[in-house]
């Protein structure tokens, strides 16, 4: 009698036991990689949205457009620009004949709601632009 020899059903379940735990950490690293390349690519986004904010403010000052710099003005500066950053506060205050100080509080709003909520306020931001005069 000659008997067929194969796997037993322990080999067998130690095995699937074996793939599972090495599938299911292979997709948490997955998952986890991709969390940190969103959270690089959000900080990228909000850099940049400040970083044009910044340009188009001191543009307005060094025309000589300083008050035209308002709260509706910023927010829909950065609603055009499509991404998740919104205007909280904007503060701006002529300093001497030329120079503008501009405080700029955001929120990065997460969820969308339109207000600003725990935890996704960006510290406070403030610039100093100066106006630009004849040519001496």
């Not at 710099?69 to 910023?74: D, S």
Request: proline share 3%; hydrophobic share 40%.
């Amino acid at each position: 009698m000659k008997s067929a020899r194969g796997f037993t059903l322990l080999e067998v379940l130690v095995t699937l036991l074996v793939m599972g735990f090495t599938t299911t950490g292979l997709l948490q690293l997955l998952v986890y990689g991709g969390r940190q390349y969103d959270g690089l690519a959000r900080g990228w986004k909000q850099r940049e949205a400040l970083s044009s904010l910044r340009r188009t403010c001191r543009e307005a000052v060094m025309s000589g457009r300083g008050s035209a710099l308002t709260p509706e003005f910023a927010d829909a500066f950065l609603k055009r620009i499509g991404n998740r950053l919104r205007l909280s506060v904007l503060t701006v205050r002529a300093c001497s004949p030329r120079a503008w100080f501009v405080q700029v509080k955001l929120f990065e709003d997460a969820n969308l709601n339109g207000h600003e909520d725990r935890g996704e306020a960006i510290p406070l931001t403030t610039w100093c632009f100066c106006e630009r005069g004849e040519p001496s």
